[in-house]
């Protein structure tokens, strides 16, 4: 199985290549200039692991949420180098991209709170539990809201004894440094939180199953989630 997976729906722009479970990833923060980074990184995991894309399985991207302009690359660069090389796609959560990073690096974690800033004064979230193949999966569906309306599953309230905590449960995320009273609502129940950002290595591997399955699109199903419909400005000052 070789997957080529890319990312660029946060300030992290990534590429990465997972061959038979060897990978090969680049990833670079960004203040702008994505556009002109993904192709290069793409080239270099290629030739890295000296594949070119018509030996690969499938194409695996970010499709958010995230920025607007960078799923919409994201999303774009898919479509056309899969038209190009008649593969496949997979599009992958960029939240489940951050929970699969907190899974991946600690094996005590159970589960995952991922708040990412949003912008305009609100959040995307989404809460993740570690499957049995270890590999992060959605508990509820996502959201784009104000931080005080975050919150956890109701069947998540089990924790150790004489705690509300629940075991295992960490957080992740951009939005808990960015709006401090999220960190604050959470810091009673959360074992840690980490300020990551979602990566295409752990889009890669989450495309693993999908791959498997049979679970693949047609490029022109390369298509962004954004959770926001309506994009409103905030007044300036705001």
């Known amino acids: 199985m070789k997957i080529l997976a890319l990312d660029t729906a ?77 593969l496949p796609v997979v599009p992958v959560s960029d939240l489940a991209a951050v929970a699969q990073r907190v899974l991946g690096a600690d094996e005590g974690a159970a589960r995952v ?13 989404g809460c993740f539990t570690r499957g049995a193949s270890g590999l992060a999966e959605p508990a509820g569906g996502e959201r784009v809201s104000d931080p005080a309306q975050v919150a956890l599953p109701a069947d998540w309230s089990s924790g150790v004894p004489g705690s509300a905590r629940p075991v295992g449960l960490q957080g992740a995320g951009t939005a808990f440094a960015a709006y401090p009273q999220l960190r604050s609502s959470f810091s009673g129940t959360l074992a840690g939180i980490s300020d990551l950002h979602p990566r295409a290595a752990e889009i890669a591997l ?19 989630v954004y959770l926001r419909d309506n994009v409103v400005r905030a007044p300036a000052g705001h």
Do not use: K
């Not at 194409?59 to 180098?81: D, H």
């Not at 990412?116 to 995307?124: H, K, L, P, S, T």
């Open 10 to 86: 946060t300030e992290n722009c990534s590429a990465a290549l997972l061959i038979d479970g060897r990978l090969a990833a680049r990833e670079r923060l960004l203040e702008r200039g994505h556009a002109d980074c993904i192709l290069a990184m793409i080239d270099e995991v290629l030739v890295e692991a000296g594949s070119g894309l018509e030996g690969l399985t499938a194409i695996a991207f970010g499709r958010g949420p995230g920025s607007f302009t960078g799923v919409r690359l994201a999303a774009s660069v898919t479509q056309g180098l899969a038209y190009g090389s008649g």
């Open 113 to 125: 709170l991922v708040c990412n800033d949003a912008r305009m004064r609100e959040v995307y979230w």
């Open 206 to 224: 989450l495309a693993v199953p999908e791959v498997t399955a049979g679970r693949l699109l047609d490029p022109e199903q390369a298509l962004p």
